[in-house]
């Protein structure tokens, strides 16, 4: 096993298996102007949006005002949570005392809220949860340990851990397709394309600030990978703002990035006493806001 794998899995345990002794995560949320390349955000009114000493993380939005996240409580167990911007309440989408949900989204379809669950016996694949309420439902029975995912035509783009991480797309039952092996964590979909977006952690690059990685895409229309330059150094959490501009934070400060162009240009920072260093991130054009993870101090 090289570091890189090492580092990996250190980060993916990290993520599923999180204690209160690692230190809790907070959702804060930030007001914007401009969009795609002329996004800024207004500091002066980033505020907490979760304050719990628990770990609450992994954000996306699934309409116009609500929210999913992944929120463990004081025993480590990780249920999903909705969150409504209109009414301001926080809700149990799922409420599961002998397993944990993480990664959160909306699938394609709008019909479900998709979710790595971790089993009782500590499997790790994608569940569909029914927007209506009814009994969760296991999607793909052969393909574990899943970590991270996104979604293009109504089928799962997935990292799959192991030796290496490799992530793959399920065309159907029995045919999965490997994209790339040596992924990092964020699988995106870019928005209005055939194209599923990941970190290329095979060839890094060593910089004061950390290492630098490839972000690479996958059109699964016309069969071929595009580059779409580097991560952030010591970064490797990226969002799409639109179909052409890339976001990432390192520290408190968050950076756009045309998919087209080299260079990351600061949108902002976030002060806090509190907490510190931005991960996860989810945008809407709709509220104008970010929300953001950020770790407790």
Known sequence: MNRFQSVLLLLFFFEVQISVAQGGFDLWVVDTE?????LHLLPQTAKPLTDRPEYDNQPSFINDSELVFSAADDKGNSDIILYSF??????????????????PALTDCKQYISAVVMEPDSTQRLWLYPVSGEPAELLYD????????????????????????????AWGKGNVEEIAPWVGRAIKRRPKTSEISFVDMGNQKTDPAGEINKISSYDFKKRKYHDLGNTLAGSQDFIWLDKNHLLMARGNEIFVKKASEPNWTSIGAIA??????????????????????????
């Open 272 to 297: 806090s006493d509190s907490h510190h260093t931005i991960s996860r991130m989810a945008y809407s054009q709709d509220l104008n806001k970010l929300v953001f993870v950020m770790q407790r101090n």
């Open 34 to 38: 401009g969009t795609g390349g002329n």
């Open 86 to 103: 209109r009414t301001g309440n926080f809700t149990n989408f799922s409420k599961t005392s002998d397993r944990s949900e993480f990664s």
């Open 142 to 169: 052969d393909i574990a340990p899943v970590g991270y995912y996104d979604w293009y035509d109504n089928k799962a783009a997935m990292f799959v851990l192991g030796d290496p991480n490799r992530l793959v797309y």
